[in-house]
């Protein structure tokens, strides 16, 4: 399948295949760089990717996976890795330059800056960030962490390791806090609480050898050749094998038509492989709709595992009942899919022997991402895919560690069997209050109900909706620790009230004690000791930091703290308490890594009070937009049109983090581009690399040039965090997570609004 013609000289310098030669280069400019023998004895090092949790590494090597197959890295992960092995931040750099003056940089500037190598403080009425010795950090952590337990809170990337997130939960757990903030808030907690209540366990029920039996991959609001690369290389053993792929993206990614990997130089490399078999394109935000008509379409055709659904789920008949009642001219309005469409798709599930549902942010970025989560799991039930070998549901996680953040307690949401082992192991009872997750942490911040604020990595600013709130909200904080390898533009716009720490840590491959991480798909890497390039630098381990803290916060209470420092000693305690971690008390021994247990099914029995999956109905969404006059209408005679705007990440970034500035896949040149639809543009009288205005319910974004683009009518694409400045967050309910995928905004020729 290949996107339309079309004459634009613009269009036709397109890539017509992701990955493949440009791969091949990127890696060769690493490689021939003045850091490359450095780079290469980093990628081989036994250590996880940094980059996606469909990562490689580990014990096996830097390129290998789990099942011990070769040639597993990325090019996204070479810009990880070449990132984290630059040079320390040039002396003088943070004297020089006013906050003010660093205010001003670009993601991409700020990481360029180079690797934090002293600890950093900006104390409240100065303009300059200054340097610190560790023993006014510790006296200002230890004097900041006695505040009462319901103002302390914690925020957490997925960069981290095990150890240093088990250690975290457990010292705010331990002091009477339960606020444990991370960045899974922002994006996969819609799919955890989903398949929580669905299947008893919020992870993905596929391991990769599970994935290499799926003779059918369904692909949702997913753009893996950007995000998770590694993943291209099990849709192209998949089409070899004679299977399908259906892809279900508002966007028409090039690089899910065909992809060239370097993992098969000869069949990929050179023309690419044929990825998607189907490409559905429907509104953003309708997915729930597509999945009801997938559902009716396999009711209709006598698809439906009757004898499944009652030998192992429960709530099955209201499910079909909603089905019978739901009538197709509402599901196709809604979706803006034909019922051909739909019915050829669900054909095509219903012939297949295993279906493998995996997706990404495009489906839990929404205001009903739990419900659009039961949609998919509800199709996998009625189709008897799950709880067998090469078929279940399986989301995509971003982050290399993310899933082991959770895994480890880091979540306000702790499972009762962690909970009361935590309980044994403190000799207390936890806190019943609920902590505050992401958003809620930003709302109680802005409410002055904050007074100590720990990031271990992450840019909490930069990943929220509405930059200037989340801002303000921040400021009304005393004082924020950022635990950081890099800076970002969250040291710089996310400052506390009182005082604002930056703390320089080692990363992964540089940490001087082994350390485990947990890939998306349950798989539990153990990580070797490293050192790092940085010379005369003063770096800390995170966990270094979080004993430290805890040591002279709480000395022997209950625990000896000060023996936390020990990463083998905390993987003792992650074996007694964390469900399914078993393994990890043999793992220094033996060197032997594991896949979590309880979370792969193989047979349909899932860890519910009854054993069976719990199924509901699920609403069609009410989709709508405002009129221009929502952000104060279009001039006289002035071009524009409301837009669904989905916010995305280009091909080189990695979550808030730029690596590259364009993206050539997409034909975006730059960040401040709009990807729209060619018949949008006619309709509305705006024309290809017009520049316009951007406006949201929070702020507006000028001079931004129209990308014409294969996305659906009604739908635009802009980059985050940049465009985060312009509008607020609508929440789902059910996880807390904000809705990214369908922000209402005005694209308008004229500047924007006023009053």
Not at 168 to 175: D, E, I, V
Not at 370 to 392: F, R, Y
Not at 454 to 470: M, V, Y
Not at 515 to 525: D, K, M
Request: aromatic residues 6%.
């Amino acid at each position: 399948m290949e996107p339309g013609n079309d004459s634009s000289t613009a269009k036709s310098a397109l890539p017509t295949s992701g990955g493949g030669w440009p791969l091949i280069d990127g890696w060769a400019k690493a490689s021939l760089s003045p850091r490359g023998p450095l780079l290469w004895q980093t990628l081989l090092h036994k250590s996880a990717c940094l980059s996606c949790a469909w990562g490689t590494g580990g014990q096996n090597g830097g390129f290998v996976d789990e099942l011990g197959e070769p040639l597993q890295r990325c090019l996204k992960s070479v810009e990880a890795v070449a990132a984290e092995l630059q040079p320390a931040v040039p002396q003088g750099v943070f004297a020089e330059r006013s906050l003010a003056m660093l205010q001003q940089l670009s993601s991409l500037e700020a990481d360029r800056l180079g690797r934090l190598s002293h600890p950093l403080i900006l104390r409240e009425g100065r303009s300059h960030y200054e340097r610190l010795g560790w023993d006014d950090v510790f006296e200002l952590a230890d004097a900041a962490f006695r505040c009462p337990p319901e103002r302390l809170a914690s925020y957490s990337s997925g960069r981290s390791s095990n150890e240093a997130a088990y250690l975290l939960q457990l010292l705010l757990r331990a002091l009477g806090s339960s606020n444990l903030a991370d960045c899974s808030d922002l994006c996969h907690a819609p799919s955890t609480v989903g398949l929580g209540e669905v299947f008893g366990s919020g992870t993905s029920m596929v391991s990769l050898e599970s994935l290499q039996q799926a003779d059918c991959v369904v692909l949702v609001g997913s753009n893996a050749p950007a995000n998770h690369p590694r993943l291209m290389n099990e849709l192209i053993r998949l089409r070899e094998r004679g299977g399908s792929v259906i892809v279900i993206n508002p966007v028409l990614e090039v690089g899910l038509l065909k992809f060239g990997s370097p993992a098969f130089p000869i069949k990929s490399m050179l023309r690419g492989s044929e990825i998607a078999s189907l490409f559905l394109q429907p509104v953003p935000g309708s997915d729930t709709a597509v999945f009801l008509g997938l559902q009716k379409a396999l009711l209709e055709a006598g698809q439906v595992r009757h004898d499944f659904l009652r030998a192992h789920t429960e709530g099955a008949e209201a499910v079909l009942e909603q089905l019978r009642a739901t009538p197709w001219e509402a599901i196709t309005a809604c979706c803006g899919l034909s019922r051909e469409e739909l019915t050829h798709t669900a054909a095509v599930i219903g012939r297949a022997k295993g279906v493998v549902f995996a997706w990404a942010m495009g489906i839990t970025h929404h205001s009903n991402g739990t419900t659009n989560v039961h949609a998919i799991a509800n199709t996998a039930l009625l189709s008897g895919n799950a709880g067998k070998p090469g078929a279940g549901t399986m989301p995509i996680r971003g982050h290399s560690n993310v899933q082991g953040f959770g895994s480890m307690g880091v979540t306000v949401k702790l499972r009762a069997e962690m909970q009361q082992a935590l309980e044994q192991l403190l000799g207390r009872p936890l806190s019943r209050v609920p902590g505050y997750d992401t958003r809620a942490l930003i709302t109680a911040a802005g409410a002055g109900a904050v007074d100590t604020l720990l990031c271990l990595g992450g840019n909490l600013w930069g990943a929220n909706p509405d930059s200037s709130e989340a801002k303000q909200a921040l400021g009304r904080i005393d004082t924020i620790f950022y635990l950081a390898t890099k800076p970002n533009q969250g040291h710089f716009h996310g400052l506390g009230r009182r005082r604002t720490l930056v703390l320089p840590v080692f990363n992964r491959f540089e940490t001087p004690h082994a350390t485990t991480t947990e890939s998306g798909n349950n798989f539990v890497r153990f990580n070797d000791p490293g050192r790092s390039h940085l010379k005369r630098a003063d770096l800390i381990s995170e966990l270094g930091f979080l004993a430290e803290l805890a040591r002279r916060r709480l000395g022997n209470d209950p625990i000896d703290w000060g023996r936390l420092q020990d990463a083998v000693y905390v993987r003792q305690l992650i074996a007694r308490t964390v469900p399914g971690y078993g393994a990890i008390a043999t793992i220094d021994a033996t060197k032997r890594e594991f896949s979590v247990a309880g979370r792969v099914f193989e047979q349909p029995s899932f860890p519910t009070p009854s054993g069976k999956a719990r199924m509901e109905p699920t609403p069609l969404p009410a989709l709508t937009l405002p009129e221009p006059a929502h952000f104060g209408g279009l001039a006289p005679g002035e071009a524009g049109l409301v837009l669904a705007l989905i916010t995305a990440r280009s091909y080189s970034q990695h979550n808030t983090v730029v690596y590259k500035p364009g993206d050539a896949y997409r034909g975006m040149p730059h960040r401040n581009t709009i990807l729209m639809n060619r018949g949008d543009l006619a309709r509305c009288g705006l024309r290809a690399h017009q520049r316009v205005t951007v406006q949201g319910e929070a702020g507006a974004l000028s001079d931004v040039e129209v990308i014409p683009g294969e996305i659906r009518a009604g739908a635009g694409l802009m980059f985050y965090p940049e465009v985060n400045a312009i509008f607020r967050a609508t929440i789902d309910q059910r996880s807390g997570t904000p809705a990214f995928k369908r922000v209402p905004v005005l694209v308008r020729s004229g500047p924007a609004a006023t009053g």
